[in-house]
């Protein structure tokens, strides 16, 4: 099976703009959990979803959000970019819920100017 | 709140064994723990649920002391491969509860 993949796997934005992220989970696999990662905060919780919901939320502004399609794949959106939002953006997929053994892809650099 | 793993960072040496301590400010239901090498994506190491058993796989095992709220990873005759940092995410109740990650504790294996 494939693993989960992350498109673009490099990005560079500059303040104010607006970035779209894409996570294609693993064939069969319906939860869809997004993480921040930077030095020093580890993995910060985002969202997951499930069935094109929302199932669970981090503590992040509103500028992040997110969406499921029904083939599972997701996206995560953030607008106006400020430059503490610079990180990796993993994506991780899991069968049923992130409580059971999650499976990350190999991230998306995000870099803001 | 982020579970604290302690130590936050450890070097080493071939064979030398090592202990990676998840403490939560809550109750735990379950805890939850991956490996991410330098440029790598987080990889499963495994789940201990409340009311579990140590588990374990290889030279690496863990522990969960529901009392004290805390998860304890032990990494025997450690080798070159277990370098990387070791994330434990903390589950604080059942269902559908999000799993939130500690800040990660970078681990260093020299020959």
């Known amino acids: 099976k494939a693993g989960v993949t992350q498109t673009p796997r490099y990005l560079i934005k500059t303040r104010g703009q607006q970035v779209t992220l894409s996570c294609s989970p693993i064939?069969?696999?319906?939860?869809v959990s997004w993480y921040q990662q930077t030095p020093g905060q580890g993995l910060q919780f985002l969202f997951e979803?499930?069935?094109?919901?929302?199932?669970n939320k981090g503590n992040f502004p509103g500028r992040f959000s997110g969406r499921q399609f029904s083939n599972s794949r997701s996206e995560m959106n953030v607008s106006t970019l400020e430059l503490g939002d610079s990180a990796l953006y993993l994506c991780?997929?899991?069968?049923?819920?992130?409580?059971?053994?999650?499976?990350f892809g190999p991230g998306t650099r995000l870099l803001v100017l | 709140q982020q579970p604290v793993q302690s130590p936050q960072a450890v070097i080493l040496r071939e064979g030398e064994d090592a202990v990676i301590n998840c403490s939560s400010s809550?109750?735990?239901?379950?805890v939850h723990w991956y490996r991410q090498k330098h440029g790598e994506a987080p990889i499963f190491l495994m789940i201990?649920?409340?009311?579990?058993e140590q588990k374990g796989h290889d030279k690496i095992s863990a522990s969960f002391n529901e009392k004290k709220q805390q998860s304890s990873l032990y990494l025997t005759a450690s080798q070159l491969s277990y370098s990387g940092t070791y994330f434990c995410?903390?589950?604080?109740?059942?269902?559908?509860?999000?799993?939130?990650f500690g800040t990660g504790t970078k681990l260093q294996v020299i020959p």
């Open positions: 064939s069969g696999h319906r939860s």
């Open positions: 991780a997929s899991s069968l049923e819920r992130a409580q059971e053994t999650q499976y």
């Open positions: 201990l649920l409340k009311g579990g």
């Open positions: 995410g903390a589950q604080v109740s059942g269902g559908y509860q999000k799993v939130t």
């Open positions: 979803y499930f069935s094109e919901t929302q199932r």
């Open positions: 809550k109750a735990l239901y379950s």
